[in-house]
């Protein structure tokens, strides 16, 4: 699927490719904190020698604020054991977020923390969270930390697989940077990747890929 989305792109000019930048950019520039959805998955971001980098304590240091004012009935930690890494990204969000009185103090008397701890990337850190939600018997309803780059692509990852979902961005403030124009370009490449799979895979109605992505 990944040449098929090359070529996508390539047949529509590149204009594809603006247009998912164009979303990714909104999205990171106006999102705010919502919260309708009692059950919150934070997703899980590579670590740096069992770490959590820049980015992911910006996800972890959001819940510690909100947790204590909106408290949420569960928190999911998403993401697995990468490259030469020996904790899951979850359990090291566990150990960042348990070395906060504020956090520990607001969660003990209302939030159950769930460890989801097998993912490698964000399709399957949605897969696994959707599969824990359904064996308990929870609905489908939930809200979204990321970096605000990452956003729409779990917001559109995670309609696909029937979530209603909300938003909670990790910055308080966004500005525009190289680093984040590259990022966002990234996000528009994975998007039109996604979209571009998704709609042939239904086209063909090739169930191997469904599978996969939804």
């Known amino acids: 699927m990944l040449s098929l989305s090359m070529l996508w792109a390539l047949g529509t000019l590149g204009l594809i490719i603006v247009w998912y930048v164009m979303k990714v950019y909104q999205v990171a520039k106006t999102a705010q904190p919502t919260f309708q959805h009692e059950i919150w998955i934070l997703f899980g971001k590579q670590l740096n020698k ?3 980098d820049t980015e992911f304590k910006q996800r972890l240091n959001t819940v510690i604020d909100w947790l204590p004012i909106e408290k949420p009935k569960c928190l999911i930690l998403q993401g697995g054991i990468i490259c030469k890494n020996t904790l899951s990204e979850a359990q090291a969000g566990q150990a960042y977020l348990f070395n906060s009185s504020k956090f520990i103090s607001a969660y003990r008397d209302t939030t159950s923390l769930i460890l989801e701890d097998r993912s490698k990337n964000t399709l ?33 990852m995670a309609k696909n697989m029937g979530f209603s979902t909300r938003c909670l961005p990790a910055e308080k403030e966004w500005h525009l940077n190289l680093t984040q124009v590259y990022k966002i370009l990234l996000e528009a490449f994975f998007l039109n990747w ?8 239904q086209l063909l109605n090739n169930e191997k890929i469904l599978h996969k992505i939804r």
């Open 124 to 156: 399957q850190n949605l897969k696994y969270t959707r599969e824990y939600l359904q064996q308990t018997k929870l609905p489908l309803n939930v809200t979204l930390i990321s970096n605000r780059y990452h956003l729409l692509r779990c917001s559109v």
């Open 194 to 201: 996604y979209c571009t799979g998704r709609f042939v895979s």
């Open 50 to 52: 069992n770490q959590p």
